[in-house]
């Protein structure tokens, strides 16, 4: 059997209901942290009682969208004057990654972009991050479980990662009720990302038995629980997306991803859309590009995801790339050009993805023509 290492969170308390241990298992951190919301503060309060009862001193930052640099870099002197133990993430994925930014960073000297990569200089962290603890709100990046955080820089018109193996979450407490009456559209493009998080590792070059372990059964589980969910909501299947969701951040942690990321980090900084609605949008064009490019064991493991996207959507194993882009457009996912992508930019983008860390994943090398004919697919 293949070797494999394994990298996770330190702790992960998932079910239903367990976001009301949060307060107790964020204290045993220390005395001082800070809380990072998303751009509804009102949504964070049950958490700044129940921390203040605890006898926490905590600050909190709003991260109102996707973290860009300037938000970074602004954060980072108010953070630091609070001199946090911790650092807590309450919200979507982009909450999540400015709050394991900060959470690395604010020990850190110098200026974000010496450790970003592609962008900035991608040096080391040189002192270890504050333990960081995430509560998803969200079902779509499995962020509570990567070592990396997303960070955009409009300069550069590109989306890179802060990354260190000790950027993992010290504590991941994934309760799906956090995410009950998630608005539709983002149920939507969140859950194909997660769906995209469990099929991209499956697929991926550097799967192992570990990973395959987490995701083959995934995949399924996501296809059914978000066919249920564009249809009404569904406390069974907001459980079942939320433990898709994490799977998929533990599995993409150690396996890596593929083409719909490679391309999707390089679309979200030309476009500014949202990274989950990003990847939905890709997903089914990348699968029918590397089922026309793998052979041999990769292209069976094509294969059984499209049997797994035919059983839950109907069709055959053979036309499921584009019943799953057909399914997402008609309930209401956009393609790209709605999204902001020029197709005069394709050229760029494929160019500048086919060189991503991502992209090192997917199970056969694609050139930057593949990838101008994916973005086609996908406009």
């Not at 110098?110 to 969200?138: N, S």
């Not at 939507?188 to 990973?211: H, K, M, W, Y």
């Not at 699968?287 to 069976?300: K, V, Y």
């Not at 049997?307 to 194993?317: F, H, K, P, R, S």
Request: aromatic share 2%; hydrophobic share 50%; with cysteine.
């Amino acid at each position: 059997m293949q070797g494999y290492s394994v990298a996770m969170p330190g702790r992960i308390v998932f079910g239903r209901g367990v976001a009301a241990q949060a307060a107790g298992l964020i204290a045993g951190f220390g005395a001082r942290g800070l809380l990072v919301h998303g751009a509804d503060g009102a949504r964070a309060v049950w958490l700044q009682q129940t921390l203040g009862a605890q006898g926490c001193d905590l600050a909190s930052l709003s991260c109102p969208g996707e973290p860009g640099l300037d938000l970074l870099q602004a954060a980072l002197p108010v953070a630091r004057a609070h001199r946090p133990d911790w650092v807590v993430a309450l919200g979507g994925g982009s909450a999540l990654d400015l709050g394991k930014a900060l959470a690395a960073l604010i020990p850190a000297p110098g200026d974000p972009l010496d450790h970003l990569e592609v962008v900035g200089r991608g040096l080391p962290l040189t002192i270890a991050p504050l333990p960081f603890i995430a509560l998803p709100t969200t079902a779509g990046t499995g962020a509570e479980a990567t070592r990396n955080a997303v960070i955009g820089v409009p300069a550069h018109r590109r989306k890179v990662s802060l990354r260190d193996d000790r950027m993992l979450a010290r504590l991941a407490i994934v309760d799906p009720a956090l995410t009950d009456h998630c608005p539709r559209g983002v149920t939507l493009a969140s859950g194909l990302d997660a769906v995209t998080q469990v099929i991209e590792p499956f697929l991926s070059c550097r799967a192992n038995g570990f990973t395959d372990a987490l995701t083959w059964p995934a995949i399924a589980q996501g296809l059914g629980a978000l066919t249920r969910l564009m249809q009404a909501e569904d406390t069974a299947a907001r459980d079942a997306l939320a433990h898709v969701s994490l799977t998929g951040g533990i599995a993409l942690a150690n396996a890596g991803l593929g083409a719909v990321h490679g391309l999707a980090g390089v679309l979200g900084g030309v476009t500014g859309a949202a990274h989950g609605a990003i990847c939905g949008a890709l997903l089914g064009p990348v699968l029918a590009m590397n089922r026309t490019r793998c052979s041999g064991a990769a292209r069976g493991r094509v294969d059984a995801v499209c049997g797994q996207i035919a059983a839950a959507l109907g069709g055959t194993a053979e036309d499921a790339p584009a019943r799953l882009a057909g399914w997402a457009r008609a309930a209401g996912l956009p393609g790209l050009a709605a999204l902001g992508l020029n197709p005069a930019d394709m050229p760029a983008v494929a160019e500048a993805s086919a060189l991503s860390s991502s992209m090192k994943g997917n199970p056969v090398p694609l050139q930057a023509p593949d990838l101008v004919t994916v973005l086609q697919a996908a406009l």
